[in-house]
């Protein structure tokens, strides 16, 4: 009898041989890796606008009554649960850090060669402008009630499905092993000892997060949330290879698609949705990263009333951070150096690691879109009457 590897584990395969190879492999072949991580991530990124305007705009498109209300309370759930997960890492914070000894990292990385060539495949469309231009398109096509282009987008969802299907989910494995090589390679994987303690915390703390979401899902629904996380593995794992919710978006669908209690069209409109503005892993290790890097270089956490104003405006930014490994750290900056008063060693110490936890940070933030579907799932059959 023939063997065929699952997804999850072609992935976990994927992780493995990667972190192998990165520890083996000379310099030149190491350009040969980076190359290839390049081109599958330029293919991979240039399809995620694609899969938001076949999924999303086709999904609204699709929905009847109060369609306006359901976004309304997408936007809004998503903001509620980032917020939300900033305060519990803050509590986590001030609580958690005082009890620990942390010392920054002082050795370099190991500097990665040249890649062997840049080939730009840049995207049609940005993640955010490809969301709000399929919103728009698909209220539109509500108010002036036309048939024809509602099928007209769902065709164009059945297209996007096949690159999906064909192209985006055969190169996440390669993308995957790719990515821990460069990383193992690097040095990243070893440096993980000197934070250990704090990573191990903040990871605790995301699987806490989510079984709160998972728990209020359920008892807001009705239903077993676990009919939706069960499906969810090949997700998460996913998101720890790619270190992006955009580029797992074709396995959350499908994962999402799977659970008996989840409305599909809900689903194809709220999983590309939540990819792109429901952030809640990562912002909660922000949160709880900011106050281990003021403990460790200014000797003090920030100000109380310094850091829930930090958090609200954080979640603002979250919304628009692009789906991009280090998207949410890095888009919001600005707001780290002028309400926290980080200086330039600040910033870099908490890029640095926030970067060796990203891809859990990332799972979290996945996983936990199942939960706010099942949210919305039941709001729309409750109030949208879609």
Known sequence: MKFVPTPMAT???SIVAGIS??????????????????????????????????????????????????I???????YLSSVGAAFFAMLVGYQVMPLLDIRPITESLRELPEVLFNLEIPPMLSVMSALLFSVFIGLGCIWI????????????????????????IPLLPLYVAANFCSLSYEGDISRLGVFLPVILIAIACHYLWLL??????????????????????????????????????GVALECAHKSPILDKKVSDFSIPLFANIHLCGSVLTEVFFVCVVS??????????STLVLFIFLLGIFAVGAPGVPGGT??????????????????????????????????????TG??????IATTFSRRHCKI
């Open 11 to 13: 992935l976990v395969l």
């Open 21 to 70: 190879a990165g520890l083996l492999i000379p310099e030149t072949g190491m350009k040969g890796v980076l190359f290839i991580k390049q081109i599958c991530g330029q293919i991979i990124f240039f399809l995620v606008p694609l899969i938001i305007l076949g999924f999303v705009a086709p999904s609204i498109a699709s929905l009847k009554g109060s369609v306006s209300r359901l």
């Open 72 to 78: 309304v309370f997408a936007f809004s759930s998503a």
């Open 145 to 168: 009630k036309s048939k024809e282009i509602a099928e007209l987008l769902l065709q164009f969802r059945d297209i996007v499905l096949q690159l999906v299907k064909r192209i985006l």
């Open 212 to 249: 709160l979401l998972y728990g209020l899902a359920a008892v807001y629904s009705g239903k077993n949330s676990w009919q939706v996380l069960r499906f969810y593995l090949p997700a998460y794992f996913t998101a720890l290879g790619t270190m992006s919710s955009a580029a797992t978006l």
């Open 295 to 304: 403990q460790l270089l200014y000797g003090q956490f920030p100000a109380l």
């Open 329 to 366: 750290v890095l888009a919001s900056l600005g707001i780290v150096v002028s309400v926290l008063g980080f200086d330039d060693a600040g910033t870099a110490m908490l890029i640095a690691i926030f970067a060796l936890q990203d891809s859990f940070g990332t799972a979290c933030n996945i």
């Open 369 to 374: 879109d199942g939960a706010l579907t099942l």
